[in-house]
């Protein structure tokens, strides 16, 4: 039991307006850390949306723990435990650079055992002090009778919300994401001293100029570079920058130059292989190719392919502006070359029409993630036929290639199969470096080796040298055969592309059970964080963060994979957990009025995001989304204020840690199983479930 607030404790924090301040500072610097590191920690692992929910859940649960920990009688000195708290980031900093080091190579997905490993050690410190700080803070308000545990955490939400908007937007528009941390670290150490300690107005100065002048040298040290030297081992770096899709790196790799797109090399000179297979698999089918269109996979590497077969237009997207910039392509293309580039989303810009192609070839990651799932769903592929002309191509590459097929890889490849084969007549897999795709109306072919003699068209690699026609048959007749026919096709609304694809990566490292073991101990464990009176709480909060991830990805599914746009959901949420958590008593309600007028908020959402789906995306709607989120934040964090008012102190560690625990078990699991496995519609209709529930245990339940 935390004992440690006492009045003749409190010796310095006898302001109002500096508790006020310190749950503000604490809020914003510990999630701006946050921020940063799931960013980084996504882009290393992997960035699937288990990965994230893994580091969510990670940091909640030992948020809560901090909460929760016992203190005993021990007097705690505020000035060393802010000052303390204000460096935790740079030590959780610091361990991660050092453990990626030690731990992965250059250009490597870690293993799941690893990726555990690394989030564990690197947030425990900031996640364990941040939660104690808060706890310190909102029992120390309601100690001296200056405020209710409920306004504590609205404003350390407030500073959640000024965090997460600046982390996500002056990071990727205008400051490294490296430099931006160390300002903060000491923005935030220049507050907690000014505030903790009082100085003078001769000290003041003194320690502003200070910081002024350790902000001029950590410019001129320019920080990231250091520090991707140090992740990325003996890769010598020319550029390094954040855009709202990624992390771009550029550089030498034993004198070869390589672009590192999220720490993985994503196309380097002299691929032959890859980008022969890439363009030649697709083309040859065509007999017109006076328009072509290229989705991603880099423009230079694949020209001079494209340039074979002499296209009247060729037409690239990228959706991320930061690789069109590395690649220097409007500096280095030929004005006797027609291309047309685009820096914008290709779903979008496919579903406007207005164009037909011969052949589209789509070279976008695999489907491992939900807003990338969208490139390989029924509704897309839809999109595709419309924008080709008769007898056009399209081609994509869902899969790696391997020699063994396991279950979750025919699984993967069946539910794209059965997405593309709802709009076209044809569909044929090939097995080349990666897995191709190839879609048409028309027949389709595999002997690619009589194809590229009887066009005329001279390649390296994908001829009569290495191909073997009938051995390219024999395996692509194979794998069509091994198609489960029971499996329904990927689709927006229910992307299951996206678990098979995961499934297959824990698969392939050996690490299925462990999956699902770790699955079951965090929720297990979040489970043992319901006490007494908490439920509410806890499910409130579970179906809360369940409805975020929701959110987010219904917008990146209609809008593309935008950080922004996540960042603006998140934000409305955290605010309507701040207003909710703030409100003036005279407007609080019953107790059962908040959890169930949060059920109906989500069931409609999930409505409303079933209507936004199926129908255009019009400003409206998506604007009446953005409200439900809002409102839903509300009731949760009016939720929050009733169970910590008019109770002992000892009630804001309990209901805090419900409400840490029950938010990492939402994130946890709605990515991960509950949108791909059972749909959009029907997940909100769990959450809801799960509030519900939790309302009639309570009802007639005097236990809890």
């Not at 980084?40 to 992997?46: D, I, N, Y």
């Not at 007097?75 to 935790?88: D, G, R, S």
């Not at 390219?472 to 194979?478: K, T, W």
Request: aromatic share 12%.
């Amino acid at each position: 039991m935390l004992r440690f607030l006492y009045m003749r404790q409190l010796y310095s924090m006898n302001s109002s307006r500096d508790i006020r301040s310190l749950l503000f500072i604490t809020g914003f610097v510990s999630s701006s850390l946050q921020f940063i590191m799931l960013r980084e920690v996504v882009c290393l692992c992997g960035g699937n949306e288990f990965i994230t929910g893994l580091f969510l859940a990670i940091w909640l649960i030992f948020s809560s723990l901090g909460a929760t920990l016992p203190g005993g009688r021990k007097i705690i000195n505020e000035k060393h435990l802010f000052l303390f708290f204000a460096a935790t980031p740079i030590i959780s900093l610091a361990l991660f650079i050092f453990f990626t080091r030690i731990m992965i190579h250059p250009g490597e997905t870690p293993s799941l055992v690893k990726t555990i490993a690394l989030i564990m050690i690197s947030l425990a410190p900031t996640a364990v002090m941040s939660s104690r700080a808060f706890i310190f803070l909102s029992s120390a308000g309601k100690k001296l009778r200056q405020s209710e545990p409920g306004n504590s955490f609205g404003l350390e939400t407030a500073g959640s919300v000024i965090a997460g908007i600046l982390s996500t937007t002056i990071v990727i528009l205008f400051i490294r994401t490296f430099l931006y941390f160390i300002i903060i670290e000491i923005a935030s150490f220049l507050a907690f001293y000014l505030i903790l300690y009082k100085p003078g107005n001769i000290v003041r100065i003194i320690l502003t100029v200070v910081s002024i002048a350790a902000l001029m040298l950590t410019i001129k040290w320019a920080p990231d570079f250091r520090i991707r030297e140090l992740q990325l081992g003996n890769i010598n770096i020319s550029e390094t920058f954040d855009t709202p899709y990624g992390n771009i790196t550029t550089g030498t790799y034993y004198g070869e130059e390589v672009t590192f797109y999220d720490f993985r090399p994503l196309y380097y000179n002299n691929d032959n292989i890859r980008c022969e297979e890439d363009i030649h698999f697709g083309l040859l089918q065509t007999e017109k190719t006076d328009s072509v269109l290229l989705i991603s996979g880099g423009l230079f590497n694949h020209l001079p392919e494209i340039m074979k077969y002499k296209p009247e237009q060729l037409v690239y997207i990228e959706h991320d502006p930061g690789l069109l910039k590395t690649e220097d392509i409007y500096g280095r293309l030929s004005d006797s070359v027609n291309v047309t580039l685009l820096s914008k989303d290709a779903y979008s810009y496919l579903k406007k029409g207005g164009k037909k192609f011969n052949a589209i070839t789509e070279l976008v990651p695999q489907p491992y993630t939900l807003s990338l799932n969208r490139y390989y769903s029924r509704e897309y592929f839809g999109i595709i036929k419309s924008n080709l002309a008769e007898g056009g191509v399209f081609v994509c590459n869902p899969l790696p290639s391997f020699n063994y097929v396991s279950g979750y890889y025919k699984k993967a490849l069946s539910s794209v199969v059965y997405a593309l084969k709802s709009s076209f007549r044809n569909v044929k897999v090939i097995p080349g470096n990666s897995l191709y795709v190839i879609a048409s109306d028309d027949s389709i072919r595999t002997d690619f080796c009589r194809l590229s003699e009887e066009k005329g068209i001279s390649n390296l690699y994908v001829n009569c040298n290495y191909f073997n026609d009938n051995e390219i048959s024999r395996r692509s007749n194979l794998l069509m055969s091994e198609l489960d026919s029971s499996l329904s096709p990927n689709t927006l609304l229910k992307p299951v592309a996206s678990w098979y694809e995961n499934s297959l990566f824990i698969e392939k490292q050996g690490n299925k059970n462990l999956a699902l073991a770790l699955l079951i101990l965090f929720i297990a464990f979040s489970l043992l964080k319901i006490k007494r009176g908490t439920l509410l709480m806890y499910s409130s909060s579970c179906a809360l963060s369940g409805l975020a991830v929701t959110v987010i990805f219904i917008f990146q599914a209609i809008f593309g994979n935008a950080h922004l746009l996540s960042a603006l959901i998140l934000s409305l949420l955290f605010s309507g957990l701040a207003t909710g958590a703030a409100m003036n008593r005279n407007r609080l309600r019953s107790f059962i009025f908040y959890p169930l007028a949060l059920a109906v908020t989500i069931l409609s959402t999930g409505i409303l995001a079933n209507t936004m789906m199926l129908q255009a995306a019009g400003s409206v709607i998506a604007g009446s989304l953005m409200l439900l989120t809002f409102a839903a934040g509300f009731f949760a964090g009016s939720l929050y204020r009733i169970m910590t008012s008019d109770r002992s102190a000892l009630s804001t560690e309990k209901v805090y840690g419900a409400d840490l625990s029950g938010s990492a078990s939402g994130y946890l699991l709605t990515g991960t199983i509950l949108i791909p496995l059972m749909g959009l519609t029907i997940s909100t209709f769990i959450l809801s479930g799960i509030i519900l529930v939790s309302v009639f245990i309570v009802s007639v339940s005097s236990k809890l």
